[in-house]
């Protein structure tokens, strides 16, 4: 099945600085999604991105599907960005379903 | 109200004891999928489902059991739990596009004394 890598698997930022986040992936894919685990454990949705790029206040994400990788960028850190962030690739033709990645830990100090 | 309902959100249940979890969705979506986390090792597929038919087993099914009740409604079975069982679950849903996008439930905590 489709390999799905992140990383780095660690991060630690202080509060201001700007971040990037990499997921590779090993074949073609329908669609890819950025998730954050909070501390509770939800996960929260950030980005479905299947190619280009979108941004969403201090996020954004760039998906190169031609050369299987994405890349989450986080600008000005805030505490409340510490979590895991998953990459997540749908694959597999019509049969396709979600493959995760390991995640990144990222810990925001003030 | 969550479009993605799990429950209970916390369960404690001893070895060997029989224990379900519960899923249900109002997006409508065909596609429902059951994920287990454990620390280091991201969500894996436990089963899914393309619709009430249809039941696939996912890359980590040995243990559990699904069914399938209604479009709204996949529950997940541990016939008899098992320590190792212990983890973060999660059911999600996604519709029936190929350029589709997951929706995951709030997770059940599921310890195994």
Redesign the interface.
């Given at each position: 099945?489709i390999q799905v890598e992140q990383s780095p698997p660690d991060l630690i930022l202080q509060e201001g600085a700007n971040s990037t986040l990499r997921c590779n992936f090993s074949d073609s894919v329908?669609?890819l999604?950025w998730?954050h685990q909070n501390p509770w454990?939800?996960?929260i949705?950030l980005f479905?991105i299947?190619s280009g790029t979108k941004q969403n206040g201090r996020l954004s994400a760039t998906t190169v599907a031609t050369e299987r990788y994405s890349l989450l960028y986080i600008s000005s850190s805030q505490t409340t960005d510490s979590g895991v962030y998953?990459c997540?690739v749908?694959s597999g033709g019509?049969?396709?379903?979600?493959?995760?990645?390991?995640?990144t830990l990222l810990t925001v100090n003030p | 109200d969550a479009d993605v309902t799990q429950t209970p959100r916390n369960r404690i249940t001893k070895t060997g004891k029989r224990i379900m979890l519960e899923c249900s969705q109002t997006k409508g979506h065909d596609r429902m999928y059951w994920y287990r986390q454990d620390p280091g090792l991201g969500l894996r597929l436990i089963y899914y489902s393309f619709d009430v038919k249809d039941i696939n087993k996912g890359e980590i099914s040995d243990g559990y059991s699904v069914s399938r009740q209604a479009q709204a409604k996949f529950s997940l079975s541990l016939e008899s739990a098992i320590p190792n069982q212990t983890a973060l679950y999660f059911c999600a849903t996604s519709d029936n596009s190929p350029v589709t996008e997951a929706f995951f439930g709030q997770g059940t905590r599921l310890t195994v004394v």
């Open positions: 099945g329908n669609n999604q998730f454990g939800q996960l949705n479905y299947p998953f997540a749908f019509s049969n396709y379903k979600l493959t995760f990645g390991k995640g | -």
